[in-house]
Structures are given as C-alpha cells and as structure tokens.
C-alpha cells in the first residue's frame, strides 16, 4: 500500500498481514458457519441473528449494557483476536469499526419508556449504548487498544473503507496491529419501513444480485472483524499470516443522496486507485467479491464500472447478499472476511437467489453451486448511499 507520495513518486508503506477474522451473521456465530452456508445455492431462510451465547464477554449486568451492534462487535473481535494469536495491550494498535445507523434498538426501546413512564426513568445508559462509535470503543477497551479509536459511518461503503483505513494505519507505522471491521442491528419496523417506502427492498423479500428479475434488497444484519499487523511483526511472533491487504481506496459520486451515478463514474475511479494503490494491472485480479444490493440501479452501474476497469478480462463475480441479505454497513467487513476464505480455500461461493443473470449486467457471475478457480487476487467493492464508493484489494499469502 502507498503511505505517501513525493517528488519521485509514490512511497510503498509497510507490508499489512490479516492474521484473524471473526463473524456472526444470520448464517450462525464463526467464520467457520458462514463459510459452511456460503456454499450453498440456498440462502438462510431468515436474515436475522439467532440466540448465542456470549456469557465469555462479561456478566449479564454488563452485556445488558451493549446494544447489539455492540455485542456482534465484540462477539466477531474475540473469534478473530483468539484466532490471531495476540496478547495485548498494544498501546499503538488502532480499532476501526463501523457502523451505518448504530444503537437503533436501543433508541427505540428508550423512546418507549419516555412516552410510557416519563423522562425520569430514561436509562442513564442510553447515550453510550445508541452512540455509533461505541462498538468501536467497546472493541478497543477489550483488548487494549490504545492506538487510533475510530468509527467510518459512510453508509453501506462504511465497512471496506474500515479495512482500508486500518491497513494504512499499519502500512505507514503508526499501528503494528489494528482491528477493522463492522456491525449493524437495525431489523427493526421503522428502518424497514423507511427503507420500503423509498422502495429500496425487494417486494418479494428476494434478494438476487444481477439477476433479471431483482427488485430490491433484503435487510440483514452481521459483524465481521479482520486483525491487520505489520507483516514483519506478525512472521516475528510466529502468526498464521491468511492473507495480505494491498491496496484500497475511497471516492465519492458527488451525484445523488441515494442514486448510484449511473455511468459507474466514481466506482470506475476507485476500483482504479485500489489497483493502482496496490500497483497491480486489472488482469492480475482473479475475483470480484461485488457490493450486489439486488437494486435495479446499483447492480447496473456496479456492473458499467467493472466492464470498464476491466474491459476484455472478466474475472468472476458473487455477491454474498444473495445468502446474508444487505447488512449495510457490516456488509463490506463480511464480504472482506469471505474475501479472505476465498483466497483461503481457492473456492467462490455462489451468488444466492440468482438464476438468470440480467444481460445488460454482462458479467461473469457465479450462480449455481460454489466455483473452484486459482485465485491470487480478491478485490472487494461497496457502495453507500451518500455516493461513497470503497474497494480493498487482497492478496494470497506470498512470500
């Protein structure tokens, strides 16, 4: 990754490894049962988190004290900090985690017991448990983590801009380890409801990205988080290194509060500047892990943008939208840890819901059952309402 840029060019920063992800979704708790349900043409019936376990994080007095943003957070950071190998405090380490909307269950609960028992018997706790940079906070207390703390909320891009900003913390020095990642717990009526009556979700309650017929998203909710660590510090202790992040990006559409611009400008833009970031050409990248709400629009100018990187090479495609729905913005962290499994187990999932790939997309997607392909390259892309655009580029552990 390029940490800066002088008079004879660009400045190559230090080498960023992942050596731990962790994950909670509608697919159960651990990397290893989302990993299990990606690879079925079937999607999980619901998109929502089911009961665990989380009595390892605290006592009860202490998780009823977290929104569940918060405790996905905390239930995806531990998976992926155990799975790394890591004994903090890290004074430097950073913690980026995101989060689209926040504690909006908690919010709600809270209005609930304003209109019913007045203001006097509002939680004292409300403020840090709805706050959005509280699953950040929360991460960072855990493990000690006394670098930057910080929350991207840039919609649905907000979770691969997480890992990008993380990777350059370690590139350029100022964190030897950082935790990036994302989290979102909004299934609730009023988000729904808003969302549907911009008619953004699917009528059918369907999601199928590219697919001929797609007609909206599925709300779904999920945490994923990635442990970043300089390259040399990781192969110093010994680490599992399972992958390493070597470029990202992030523009902006300047077009439209909601809408996609549909010639895929900024995309095209920051597709373009991750790769460039990462200094490889379009034709080095094996895979395509796609934002791929299932809208008529964004699947669109998502796919404009990629003919246009890409122009005669067509790197295979899937959006895990079609098996987890749309976490907003958990979803590019989730998408950034299957990233990583793909490059691990040099096998794509494939695109649920969808049967009939839409011909003006003109992609190569994976539809089906899961493809076996040598995959060296992963690159990532989200797009948020707001016209953010984020893509993180990931590459199989070399030495």
């Keep these: 990754m390029r940490v800066a840029l002088n008079a004879e060019g660009p400045i190559q920063g230090r080498r960023v490894a992942i050596t731990g992800v962790g994950a909670i979704s509608c697919a159960g708790v651990g990397v290893q049962a989302l990993w299990d349900a990606l690879q079925s043409p079937v999607a999980p019936p619901s998109k929502r988190i089911g ?170 909710e999920g945490a994923c988080i990635l442990v970043l660590e300089d390259w040399d510090h990781a192969r110093e202790r010994g680490a599992t290194i399972l992958a390493e992040v070597i470029g990202a990006a992030s523009t902006a559409d300047a077009h439209h509060i909601t809408a996609p611009d549909p010639t895929g400008a900024g995309a095209i833009r920051c597709m373009r500047l991750a790769l460039e970031d990462a200094n490889i050409t379009p034709e080095e990248v094996s895979h395509i892990n796609a934002h791929g709400t299932s809208t008529p629009l964004n699947d669109l100018a998502e796919a404009i943008a990629v003919r246009e990187v890409f122009a005669s090479h067509h790197p295979p495609v899937t959006s895990i939208k079609g098996h987890l729905g749309h976490s907003l913005a958990a979803a590019g962290a989730l998408e950034g840890v299957v990233s990583v499994l793909t490059l691990l187990q040099q096998v794509i999932p494939p695109t649920a819901g969808t049967t009939r790939v839409d011909p003006e997309i003109d992609l190569d997607v994976v539809i089906g059952a899961p493809r076996r392909a040598p995959i060296e390259v992963v690159l990532s892309n989200s797009f948020g309402f707001g016209g953010h655009n984020g893509s993180v580029v990931l590459r199989r552990v070399q030495d």
């Design 51 to 220: 009961e665990f376990d989380s009595s390892h994080l605290g006592n009860a007095k202490e998780l009823r004290r977290l929104d569940p943003f918060t405790l996905y957070a905390l239930m995806a950071a531990d998976e992926a900090w155990r799975a790394s190998g890591l004994e903090g405090p890290y004074e430097d380490a950073g913690s980026i985690v995101t989060t689209g909307i926040g504690g909006l269950q908690t919010v709600l609960e809270q209005v609930g017991v304003l209109t019913a028992k007045g203001a006097n018997r509002v939680s004292p706790f409300m403020v840090p448990m709805m706050m959005p940079n509280a699953a950040t906070a929360a991460v960072s207390m855990r493990f000690g983590l006394g670098g930057p703390a910080e929350t991207v909320t840039t919609a649905c891009a907000a979770g691969t801009h997480a890992i990008g900003n993380a990777a350059r913390l370690v590139a350029s020095g100022r964190s030897r380890v950082a935790l990036a990642g994302g989290a979102e717990a909004v299934m609730v009526q009023i988000a729904e409801a808003g969302f549907r009556n911009m008619t953004a979700l699917s009528s059918q309650d369907l999601s199928r990205p590219f697919d001929a017929e797609r007609d909206g998203f599925v709300m779904g």
